[in-house]
Every structure is written in C-alpha cells, then in structure tokens.
C-alpha cells in the first residue's frame, strides 16, 4: 500500500496532477465545457488508488458515450443511402472500395488504348499520344491515382 502511493508519473504523484473525475473537450465545438465521468462525483479528486478507473470512465467517454450520438446520425444517415443490412454480403475491402473508390489502379496499355479516344488531332497512332501511354503505364500506383484525380 505504501509503494503504490509512491509511484509518480515522469516523477509527478498522480494527486499533483489535479485530476477530477470530468472530461473536459479539446474544443468548444462538442458544446459543453466539462461532462461528469463518474455520476455525481466530478469533483472526485484522481488518485494512484482511483487511476484505473479514470481512465477506463474517460476512454469510456472518449470512445464510446461521448460519440454515440454522432455515430447513430452518422448510422442513421447511411442506412438512408444504403441499408446496413445488406452490407453483410460484402467484406470491408469491398465495402471500402464501394465508398472511397480504388486506391491503387492499375491499367495495361491495351486498356487504355482501347478506353482512350484522342482528340485535337491526335490519333492513337500520333507519336504524342504513345508517349502520353508510355508516361500513364509506367506510373506507381499513387502517381496513377492522382494523375485520375486530377
């Protein structure tokens, strides 16, 4: 008992840091200043002895209580576009790809010889063309994907 009421954070007693059992948010934004984490007992100082269980309430807090409301709009929201339940035929890969689009596309130069019209004189066999599908197939991924977002 005696040395665990010695033990110090980076040479700090935890009662020095002047803990209470309140979350208080990074930014006004969330619309409160300070929520208690423990019911009727925010004003609970934070000691070695009640550590454990500050942190578990504030990841509790941080994670989980705190976002809910977020997070059942945010469910709530999606399911208008697209029924969560159906989104158990897919794995998350393909769900992923479905929302955010492929985050490494790859083309052969017979791909995009064959989706690409040229225009403005141009024509597959113009030699400006060919090196335009020379620089597209030799591309890393990342290149490819923003080269498509541009």
């Known amino acids: 008992q005696d040395q665990m ?15 209470t059992f309140q979350y208080s948010p990074s930014s006004a934004v969330y619309g409160y200043q300070t929520v ?17 269980e500050y942190i578990d309430r504030s990841l509790d807090w941080v994670f989980v209580r705190g ?23 897919f794995t998350p890969n393909e769900v992923r790809t479905m929302l955010c689009g492929d985050q490494d596309p790859v083309f052969t130069r017979e791909e995009i010889m064959k989706y690409t019209e040229p225009k403005l004189g141009y024509s597959k066999e113009s030699p400006g063309f060919l090196r335009f599908v020379n620089v597209l197939v030799e591309m890393t991924g990342s290149e490819r994907k923003a080269f498509l977002q541009f």
Request: charged content about 25%; aromatic content about 4%.
């Open 67 to 89: 976002v809910r409301q977020q997070l059942d709009a945010l469910r709530q929201g999606f399911n208008t576009v697209f029924p969560l339940d159906k989104l158990g035929a």
């Open 36 to 52: 208690d984490i423990k019911p009727g007992c925010g004003e609970e100082a934070v000691t070695i002895h009640n550590l454990e």
């Open 5 to 19: 009421s010695q033990l110090t954070m980076d040479g700090c007693p935890v009662e020095d840091l002047g803990l």
